[in-house]
């Protein structure tokens, strides 16, 4: 029996990817779920085109290699324009095969892509393996797409959705992720590092992931893995790690947990088998940690683990802003581990969000000020988004109300939203936060922190010709 071909798309995050990237984890839990269900009935193949120079040729090239019975396309909000500008393509490459898109985009934004894209015959909403499996069994075997829980579909000209499939109780009866379907050296190296971390103390590296959902309500962020934690156990997580580093020779890692803290006891658990263990590893977090929720014990039990960098979201100073994104973060908490984390020698950086609905340019300006007068290594100044299906979109609409809710698409529009709906220039706000942070003495201590040095410079150099240069 000829086996059933499913091939991954991954998307570029932009016209030109002059970011960096990591690898494409959730497609890999995609193909690994299939692997262990169908065995040799299924084959997966993957283009992440992040990684190419171009669109049209590679993607050409792939699809006539490996013609696909089922194409999966991976997409978050700034991925928009490639499904408008190259579904049609891949329709004509593969005119046989089927299309399903997932990711929070697809999630939230479902009925506007099978409604504007006839190409496109399947979403999947919510968390994938589950759902990507049925329907890959649903497509094999002839049945029908109502059958399906989690999808969404066209039949008869009108968009159906059926109801939501459960979530995944039990994390440690998913396959880890089949990074045999990637080429690890093509995400190493001096040109390409992590796009969420940033920085880098080995280049043999990958992000991996211990939980899934928060159990707080930031009204920016979407629900895709809903609201209840659920963990990995200890073992089957750091056993992930041991593999990585003894069939791949990963010798850093990044955990990208929403809230990798939430649960302190089997936070402390996995970094003691860690150290126990005798790995000689690195590790960072891009996020996962939840700055007030930590003490001095777990920033030092961190370190002689390999950490060697966190991370803290702490988006606003302002107290009342804080309660309106309903993160209600205890900002002289988060001051006190700033300071213990960098007189330890961990590398500390800061996301902030400027811009958010109502916020007076007082509060944009406290932001800046608390960051500034921080002893924290490296910061981030996004500008507010609010993407679709998001309570943040919600509150966007209702504060401005002639704001013509333009598209979203990406972290850096060249509009910001607020300068969209007050006509402030906080394009240049933000250019002027970045100066205030980085012309500064901080600069020399960060950059002897810092452990790839040579990496980090050419890093900075792209981040200002992108960012000040706007």
Known sequence: ????????????????????????????????????????????????????????????????????????????????????????????????????????????????????????????????????TNLVRMLMTGGEAGSVKGIAFRKDDQILVNEREEYIQDLDSLPFPDYGLIRFDRYWGEKRHSQMNGVLADKKYTHIISTRACPFNCIYCHSIFGKKLRKRSPENFVNEIKWLNSTYGVREFHIVDDIFNFDRERMHTILNMIIDSGLKIKMAFPNALRADMLEKEDLALLKKAGVYMVTFAIETASPRIQKIIRKNLDIDKVTENINYAESIGLLVKGFFMLGFPGETLEEIEQTINFAVKSKLDLAHFFTVTPFPGTALRQLAKETYPEWQDEAMYHYWPDKPFYQQATGFDLNRVQKKAYLKFYVSPRMIKTFYKIPLKLMRMKKWTIFAAEVLGK
């Open 1 to 132: 029996m000829k086996p059933y071909r499913v091939l991954f798309i991954k998307p570029p995050d932009s016209d030109v990817n002059v970011l960096s990237l990591d690898v494409p984890l959730g497609i890999l839990y995609l193909s690994a779920c299939l692997k262990k269900n169908f065995g040799d009935l299924v084959r997966t193949d993957i283009i992440d085109l992040r990684l190419e120079q171009e669109v049209e040729a590679p993607l050409t090239a792939k699809i006539r290699e490996f013609p696909p019975d089922l194409i999966g396309i991976s997409l978050l909000a700034f991925n928009k324009l490639f499904i408008k500008r190259y579904i049609s393509l891949i329709k004509a490459l593969a005119p046989a095969a089927k299309i399903v898109i997932g990711g929070p985009d697809a999630t939230y934004s479902y009925q506007e892509f099978l409604r504007q894209y006839p190409g496109i015959d399947f979403a999947v909403i919510g968390e994938g393996e589950r759902v990507f």
